[in-house]
């Protein structure tokens, strides 16, 4: 499970073991309000040259893993989704890639918005694809994973 919340990665870079990290409330499978701290476990983020330890927590009784990420990123994405839609926006509207994004990186997301926009809403959903990130994003859903 992964628990979002409002975290500053370059203090985190700086040392994770003296950051404050918020505890979740409880567990998000099994609701027992008690959660131990369970580790680290090492994320890549973009902007980072190296990957940062990330807290974890576990449920004495369901024996859930809890990890946590900062808010404002999709799971199993390096990119911050503003990095993500800024990048699609811009391609959309002009026809080339941001500066700075990796190519392969940006075609991938584009990818995953069609694939999602297409299934969900049909052609009307491509026609504006920004329309169709923003209405993902909403939905809980990860806009630009390949995953529909």
């Given at each position: 499970m992964i628990a979002y919340v409002e975290l500053d990665l370059n203090r985190i870079a700086g040392n994770s073991r003296d950051y404050p990290w918020p505890q979740p409330q409880s567990c998000s499978r099994c609701r027992h309000p008690k959660l131990w701290c369970h580790g680290f476990v090492r994320v890549i983020f973009e902007g980072f040259r190296?990957?940062?330890?990330?807290?974890?927590?576990?449920?004495?009784?369901?024996?859930?893993v809890v990890r946590v990420r900062p808010a404002g990123f999709f799971a199993r994405h390096?990119?911050?989704?503003?990095?993500?839609?800024?990048?699609?926006?811009?391609?959309?509207?002009?026809?080339?890639?941001?500066?700075?994004?990796?190519?392969?990186?940006?075609?991938?997301?584009?990818?995953?918005?069609?694939?999602?926009?297409?299934?969900?809403?049909?052609?009307?959903g491509v026609s504006d694809l920004m329309v169709a990130f923003d209405r993902l994003v909403a939905m809980g859903r990860v806009a630009v994973s390949r995953a529909v």
């Amino acid at each position: 499970m992964i628990a979002y919340v409002e975290l500053d990665l370059n203090r985190i870079a700086g040392n994770s073991r003296d950051y404050p990290w918020p505890q979740p409330q409880s567990c998000s499978r099994c609701r027992h309000p008690k959660l131990w701290c369970h580790g680290f476990v090492r994320v890549i983020f973009e902007g980072f040259r190296q990957a940062l330890q990330m807290r974890r927590y576990r449920c004495p009784k369901c024996g859930c893993v809890v990890r946590v990420r900062p808010a404002g990123f999709f799971a199993r994405h390096q990119s911050a989704v503003a990095t993500i839609r800024g990048a699609l926006a811009h391609r959309i509207s002009t026809g080339r890639w941001l500066g700075g994004v990796p190519g392969n990186r940006a075609r991938h997301w584009l990818g995953g918005l069609k694939k999602h926009a297409l299934a969900l809403w049909g052609w009307a959903g491509v026609s504006d694809l920004m329309v169709a990130f923003d209405r993902l994003v909403a939905m809980g859903r990860v806009a630009v994973s390949r995953a529909v």
